[in-house]
């Protein structure tokens, strides 16, 4: 059996690289290695082992226990990457306790696809009533050519030899301390997966997984506001080993719109009206989501004044019905009046009780001197 290379050697770090340098020379490495960029005959090993040290290193326990006992750390009933929980009681276990480990490395179990997530941006009329999105998802798919056994097809796996298809296997160890006794490891032909495969497949090269992608089609309800999340169970990575595929993720966000602004299921609109319409009353034609509908203004409607229009608003996501659409009117002074204007308004100043005398271009200086002789 090859020596194993120093951790600290395989990750190319000091003795007294802290975690975040560990880190950092993980991915660095990771990414060197991984099969899928890696051609090399021997990449695969070279990412196991780099994975390897990256679990010993990362964890201080167990780096703890690997800086005191080196790879002999393993005859403690420990394997690679595994140190965790060793304590006095886990000695007496090994070591009088009939030489036998009480945890087992097992089968390898099927492990779920990861999630994956997707942003879905919509305009603000689709949010509210609805609509249907078509988004191209990267994800790792079961490969289409093996059906996801990884052999070629014609061929299949085989179980493993050397551990029977349990995907462990039991070693004798020595120690000088103790004696011999036996641990429980994982298969090292079957990486713990109690098969082999003697011809892979041409495609996925035995992963049972590939890189693919799928254009998927999603129902976004009605009603939907900025910073929704919408689940599509299993349309994330396939699993592995038999595992199930994850999930899809879609994160909704709503482009803002000129006119409205939504608050929960209702919708606000800001409608200008001048001084005439306010202080007579009318009714005027207000924009919605459906089309103009119209509002009437009472006489005598003051800036800041609210009025609803029932069902014009967003529909509610969990229940039938909409909210509502809430007009606020803000009283618009005229700022460019004409001579006939003016002389209408200061006309109406003086049955209001105050007449109003027309600046006429004048700064305020001079009109105060005017009016008030200051």
């Not at 009318?282 to 509908?293: A, K, Q």
Request: hydrophobic share 30%.
């Amino acid at each position: 059996m090859a020596t194993k290379r120093d951790y600290y050697e395989v990750l190319g770090v000091g003795q007294d690289a802290d975690r975040d340098q560990v880190r950092r020379a993980y991915r660095r490495k990771a990414r060197e290695f991984h099969p899928d960029v890696n051609d090399a005959p021997d990449a695969a090993d070279r990412f196991r082992e780099v994975k390897e040290a990256y679990e010993v290193l990362s964890d201080d326990e167990k780096r703890a226990m690997y800086d005191r006992f080196g790879h002999d750390a393993d005859q403690f009933g420990h394997g690679p990457g595994d140190f965790s929980g060793f304590g006095i009681d886990d000695l007496f276990n090994e070591f009088f306790g009939f030489g036998t480990r009480t945890r087992t490395a097992g089968r390898q179990a099927p492990a779920r696809g990861r999630d994956l997530r997707v942003d879905v941006r919509l305009e603000f009329e689709e949010a509210v009533f609805g609509t249907e999105k078509e988004v191209e998802v990267p994800r790792w798919e079961a490969c289409d050519v093996c059906g996801g056994s990884g052999a070629e097809p014609g061929t299949a796996p085989v179980t493993c030899v050397q551990c029977a298809g349990a995907g462990e296997v039991r070693q004798a160890q020595q120690s000088g301390l103790f004696g011999s006794f036996v641990t429980v490891v994982t298969c090292p032909r079957c990486e713990g997966t109690g098969e082999v495969i003697n011809t892979p497949c041409s495609q996925c090269r035995g992963r049972k997984r590939v890189h693919g992608s799928k254009v998927i089609s999603i129902e976004i309800p009605a009603g939907v506001d900025d910073g929704t999340r919408i689940r599509l169970t299993g349309e994330g990575d396939a699993g592995e080993r038999g595992g199930p595929p994850g999930n899809l993720y879609v994160n909704i966000h709503v482009k803002p719109h000129e006119l409205f602004e939504r608050r929960e299921t209702d919708i606000y609109l800001e409608l200008p009206v001048n001084v005439a319409q306010a202080a007579l009353g009318d009714e005027v034609e207000v924009p919605t989501l459906d089309g103009e509908e119209i509002l009437e203004i009472p006489p005598g409607t003051h800036t800041g004044q609210t009025f609803r229009l029932a069902g014009h608003g967003v529909p509610h996501l969990r229940r039938a019905g909409r909210g509502d659409q809430v007009v606020r009117v803000f009283v618009v002074t005229p700022t460019d009046l004409t001579d006939e204007q003016k002389e209408l308004l200061q006309a109406l100043s003086k049955t209001l009780g105050k007449e109003v005398i027309p600046r006429r271009g004048k700064n305020f200086r001079d009109w105060l001197k005017d009016t008030f002789g200051v």
